[in-house]
Nanobody, 126 residues
Framework: VHLIESGGGLVQTGGSLRLSCALS????????LGWFRQAPEKEREFVVA????????NYADSVKGRFTISRDYANNRLYLQMNVLKSDDTAVYTC????????????????????WGQGIQVTVSS
């Protein structure tokens, strides 16, 4: 399975961005998906995950109410809508996929994921 992110960039505090992650090489519906991020000099952290079919989600407390994850089965894409962005959201964002999750299950640990995108930079300026 191959993942490619797009949609990152530079945005001012309070602004919005939408990240996209295209999945190819395997059936989209077989994978639970997630977004992780890594800020400079910090460890990678979980952002949000979504299950297969049921649409169950799990958000990190730091992004609840501001970020929304969604998946498009017709176009094999995962999205992350990010609103009210803060400087603390500045990081490289990476999408991930796991084929080891049952329907309805979400995965919040990086070790549970089998495939990763290359990552995309999001910079929030004050």
């Amino acid at each position: 399975v191959h993942l490619i992110e797009s949609g990152g960039g530079l945005v001012q505090t309070g602004g919005s961005l939408r990240l996209s992650c295209a999945l190819s090489g395997a059936p989209f519906s077989h994978y639970a998906l997630g977004w992780f991020r890594q800020a400079p000099e910090k460890e990678r952290e979980f952002v949000v995950a979504i299950s297969r079919f049921d649409g169950n989600t799990n958000y990190a407390d730091s992004v609840k109410g501001r970020f929304t994850i969604s998946r498009d089965y017709a176009n094999n894409r995962l999205y992350l809508q990010m609103n009210v962005l803060k400087s603390d959201d500045t990081a490289v964002y990476t999408c991930a996929a796991t084929g080891r999750a049952s329907v309805g299950a979400v995965r919040t640990t990086a070790g549970d994921y089998d495939a990763w995108g290359q990552g995309i930079q999001v910079t929030v300026s004050s």
